[in-house]
């Protein structure tokens, strides 16, 4: 039966860098993801007659909000919902279900890497037809309606069952509930050159990929054991929990310790991998060797021809301002586009369409293609077999060829959380002040050439975003500040350091980059305002 609940408006749900992320308790207030969900509706002119597709990661409080939204899709009208069988669907699978169907729009409930759980946090992801998150104009207008929501629309109905494969009605609406692994591994298969990596495998190649008890683990199995023929057991954390087994899933060398500490082992397999809660991350390793996004994105781009699916051509490539800019001095050496954009994959969605760009890259473990509107760890793993297989060399054979080629960008993030959030953006707005008088000075080896705000014109649609603060060094060093924009709580400071050498390839990334590290402290005025002499987590 259809029911019209009256509602309070929350007037904290704005989205972020991707999409709307609150700790679970936050979520689980009464009507607080059924004011979102309508909020969006509205927005976008009423789901009567249009298809979506819904699925997330399986974490805490996916299976209820699930319900919720299709409940409320049936009740607004809308003409079909697909379904990711049991409510999964790893992100980059969603943007493939997404696009292949047609869809008017997606959901995927996901607070990416972030932990889950009751006590962990919990997101909804909003998808447009392109297959990538909603732009920021719209993300206002969602905003603005979830602040003077009175009311929204559900049906009094039993939980719809997602366990079986095929479609049901609801009312007016079709349920189709899919295979979440169907669309994907076929797209792969297209992609990459599956013949080379089996013989990579049967030759004894070995092989971890921990699937941090997230999403991806189904995905991974079926693709890298039973279709590769990767060792049983290569696999590991392969079943999603809703409170990833108390794991933080976000891929890097802290958090995705077992891996690390296996790699670095004398039981190391050849590669290792991770990815995120919901797969759009990813780690790659080799024996006792870490290779940064930053340069694995400028990697994969070197070596696009070896690939199957990319063979014939690549348009360019684009990376976040943050991102190192190892990429760049290979898209100069290619002759291809290349673009910097801020922090957060919807920058790279207009570029793709718009056919200037086939690769992209954060620095925060996201490397993905145009074969999707989002970010993909299993393709960035599977790129990486595949010149493994194509070249015969080592992950830091590879890497090494790289550096030798085109020199290194010692590169990495130094992150202070839990900041006041006065105190964070009162610093970010007293630096960007002092910028200008920053040209010029000298802070011990280093001396500024340029410091100004990041500002992105979208050659696209000719929007202007401003995303942090760059200053420049004459020695090519640079160091990036902003504010992470994915939190649930508090502030968080992001600063991104690098320097750039082609003689000296010194081995030991932190002692490279101590003493930049320092002049951005000093830069930033970071220990007088937080009280933080060094950073909490060095990604
Ligand atoms: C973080 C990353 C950013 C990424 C986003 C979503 O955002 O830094 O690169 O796109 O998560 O995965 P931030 O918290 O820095 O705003
Ligand atoms: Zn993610």
């Known amino acids: 039966m259809l029911k019209i609940i009256r509602t309070t408006p929350y007037t904290d749900q704005k989205m972020g860098t991707a999409g709307l992320r609150k700790k679970s308790q936050v979520a689980m207030q009464e009507n607080y993801v059924e004011n979102f ?16 597709i819904i699925g997330g990661d399986g974490r805490f409080y996916n299976k209820v909000a699930i319900q919720k939204i299709i409940k409320m899709s049936a009740a607004n009208g809308m003409k079909k919902l697909i379904v990711g069988q049991n409510g999964y669907l790893s992100t980059p699978a969603s943007s493939k279900v997404l696009l292949k169907n047609k869809a008017d729009g997606g959901f995927v409930l996901s607070a990416s890497h972030n932990p889950g759980g009751p006590n962990g946090d919990f997101g909804i992801k909003y998808a447009v037809a392109s297959g990538g998150q909603c732009p920021t104009s719209l993300s206002d207008k969602i905003y603005e309606n979830s602040k003077n929501i009175s009311e929204y629309k559900i049906l009094e109905t039993a939980d719809i069952d997602l366990s079986k494969i095929g479609s049901q009605k609801l009312e007016n609406m079709e349920i189709e509930v899919i295979d979440p692994l169907t669309d994907y591994v076929e797209m792969m298969q297209n992609i990459f050159d599956f013949e080379a990596i089996k013989r990579l495998f049967a030759g004894g190649f070995t092989f971890r990929f921990d699937a941090m008890n997230a999403v991806t683990g189904p995905y991974a199995q079926k693709i890298f054991e039973e279709i590769l023929g990767a060792a049983k057991g290569s696999v590991v954390n392969y079943i ?270 932190v002692e490279m980059l101590e003493g930049l590290a320092d002049v951005s402290r000093q830069i930033g005025e970071i220990t007088e305002r937080t009280g933080k002499t060094k950073a909490d987590l060095l990604t």
């Open 240 to 509: 999603p929990l809703e409170d990833f087994g108390g794991l933080h899933p976000d891929p890097n060398l802290i958090y995705a310790k077992d891996l690390v500490d296996l790699m670095y082992s004398d039981k190391a397999p050849d590669m290792g991998a991770a990815n995120d809660g919901d797969g759009d991350r990813n780690m790659i390793l080799g024996k006792r060797f870490f290779v940064t996004p930053s340069d694995s994105l400028a990697i994969l781009t070197d070596n696009y021809k070896l690939i199957p699916g990319y063979k014939n051509g690549i348009f360019g490539v684009a990376k976040s301002a943050a991102t190192s800019t190892a990429v760049g001095r290979v898209a100069e050496a290619l002759n291809i586009g290349y673009y910097e954009v801020p922090t957060g994959w919807k920058y790279f969605c207009n570029l793709m369409d718009s056919d200037r760009i086939t690769f992209c890259g954060e620095e925060s473990f996201g490397t993905g293609s145009s074969h999707i509107r989002e970010k993909d760890g299993i393709w960035a793993v599977l790129f990486w077999l595949n010149i493994i297989a194509v070249t015969g060399k080592s992950v830091e054979e590879i890497t090494r060829e790289h550096w030798k080629k085109y020199g290194r960008s010692y590169y990495m993030r130094n992150d202070y959380d839990g900041l006041d959030t006065e105190v964070a953006n009162q610093l970010m707005h007293d630096l960007e002040e002092r910028l200008p008088s920053l040209k010029g000075k000298t802070f011990g080896q280093f001396t500024v050439s340029e410091a100004k705000p990041f500002i992105y014109n979208d050659p696209v649609d000719g929007s202007s975003t401003k995303n942090g603060l760059i200053v420049y060094f004459n020695d090519k060093s640079r160091i990036v500040y902003r504010l992470s924009g994915t939190g649930s709580s508090g502030a968080t400071l992001r600063v991104y350091l690098e320097r750039y050498e082609t003689e000296k390839l010194a081995e030991n990334v």
């Open 37 to 52: 969900i309508q909020s969006i509706f509205d927005a976008i002119g009423g789901v009567n007659g249009k298809t979506f």
